[in-house]
């Protein structure tokens, strides 16, 4: 991928990060000023050591860290990932968080989470009202489905069309995959040149359904999108537009084809040649250009490819379905897909911790949460993407773990329930002990890019 894409990429995903880490922090902040408890500091980002800015108003420190990583509220008399044992030997203030009624402790501690949720309904809502919601109907998908490797395995065959999953026909195509992951699918039916085929679906098939990237995909003709640097079939002539209808005399209709032609082609060269070095391969190509076929001789790059990136433009060869919204329906359909949502990755943290499914192989930090955003800048993708992660920062942070919000208000339903408060050393150890985990959890999931991202270059 070239450098700017990726600086496309960290620049949307650093964006909505600090608009998220804004807006939670400063729903802890509403509350505890409504409740009349001091805050001493406001941070986007962690700063350890050191600030980029900050600036004291009234009684708060406003700041900008350099480790974006989150941020923070600190809050007078509170044990937090500050530490702060010397304020908390100190006796109580009518200001401090401690000083407070469970009921308003219990409102701070929950205010990120509930901004955090509030907001990815408000996106969806205006980003329904802004653009509509366009999809790929399932059963529009008039030249069937290209398999990879795993879904061959099951008994899947391209060309197929998808009828139903559990005899539950799936509206929207990109959704397929998801029901059968989540919703435990054991069958999926099938329309195999005019007759219904019913596929068992492997109960092992979760942990390598969820590294699979393309297990599933729309089969398209292959028409010319646009070219790479240096492309062979751009210098032989080939234009933008064209459509691939044969390779060497082999008819082909769809761009799947052309990938398996072009793989056995590679295959028999190295194999008589002992070579894996395809510059001196050459293909002839026929297109179709205004009604009229033209051959093209072709050389290829050493990788074996012909420089040319497939038009994936589905509307080009698919009906799909577009619905508009008014102002007054946008808000519940916006509400409905926000609650959805928060279903569905409920539901994916279920996978995780179930070992069977092996799903914490796939987990992901930073490189993987980035790399979702589109390598060009897309405000509907943008505010689309912020959302879904607003409602995963509101579910990761009510996890009842000490050093999260879900833990403080783990303790304080318990104090609510019986009237008796943890003691302040034992809030401490907790808070440490949550750190630690939060710190393990981190690094597994950073490291898990770093492999994946190494193996990926590796095998490129």
């Known amino acids: 991928m070239p450098f700017m894409h990726i600086l496309i990429q960290a620049a949307q995903f650093l964006l909505s990060l600090s608009i998220l880490v804004l807006l939670h922090e400063t729903g802890h902040f509403v509350f505890a000023r409504i409740f009349r408890t001091r805050v001493e500091k406001f941070y986007i980002f962690f700063n350890p050591w050191f600030s980029l800015f900050k600036k004291r108003i009234g009684e708060t420190e406003y700041g900008v860290g350099w480790l974006p990583l989150g941020g923070y509220v600190k809050i007078s008399g509170m044990i937090d990932e500050s530490l702060d044992r010397e304020q908390m030997k100190q006796p109580a203030q009518p200001y401090e968080f401690r000083s407070k009624p469970a009921w308003q402790r219990l409102f701070i501690m929950i205010g990120g989470v509930l901004v955090n949720f509030l907001l990815a309904l ?38 197929d069309k998808i009828v139903s999953v559990d005899n539950q026909e799936i509206e929207n195509f990109y959704m397929v995959v998801h029901d059968m992951i989540l919703n435990n699918a054991r069958s999926i039916q099938v329309d195999r040149n005019g007759q219904i085929v019913d596929i068992s679906i492997p109960e092992d098939i979760i942990a390598p359904l969820l590294k699979s990237e393309d297990f599933i995909s729309p089969r398209i003709p292959y028409y010319l999108g646009r070219f790479a640097k240096n492309a062979p079939a751009r210098e032989a002539g080939l234009q933008v537009g064209d459509k691939i209808i044969a390779l060497n005399g082999m008819h082909i209709d769809f761009y799947n084809e052309f990938i398996a032609h072009i793989a056995q082609l590679k295959d028999t060269f190295t194999l008589h040649t002992g070579k894996t070095s395809f510059e001196n391969l050459s293909v002839n190509i026929t297109i179709l250009r205004d009604g009229i076929e033209y051959n093209y001789p072709v050389m290829l790059t050493s990788e074996g490819k012909i420089g040319v990136y497939a038009d994936a433009n589905l509307s080009r060869f698919f009906e799909l379905k577009k ?20 279903i569905s990755y409920i539901k994916q943290l279920k996978l995780i911790f179930t070992p069977k499914t092996r799903a914490y192989e796939s987990l992901g930090g930073f490189i993987k949460i980035g790399s979702i955003f589109p390598d060009v800048w897309d405000w509907h993708a943008f505010w689309n993407l912020t959302a879904l992660i607003s409602i995963i920062l509101a579910i990761m942070n009510i996890l009842p773990i000490p050093a999260l919000d879900g833990g403080h208000v783990m303790f304080l339903i318990y104090e609510m329930i019986t009237g008796r408060k943890p003691g302040d050393k034992f809030l401490e150890y907790a808070q440490i002990t949550g750190m630690m985990i939060l710190l393990a959890l981190l690094l597994y999931a950073n490291g898990n890019d770093v492999v994946q991202l190494f193996r990926r270059l590796t095998f490129k």
């Not at 490797?149 to 899947?156: C, K, Q, T």
């Not at 619905?323 to 928060?342: C, H, L, W």
């Open 122 to 159: 408000v996106i969806y809502a205006t980003t329904l009202y802004t653009w509509g919601e366009q999809y790929l109907p399932t059963k529009n998908l008039k030249y069937g489905i290209v398999c990879d490797s795993l879904a061959l395995s099951i008994g899947l065959q391209n060309g």
């Open 323 to 342: 619905i508009d919204y008014t102002f007054p329906e946008s808000v519940p359909a916006g509400i409905n897909k926000g609650f959805r949502t928060m």
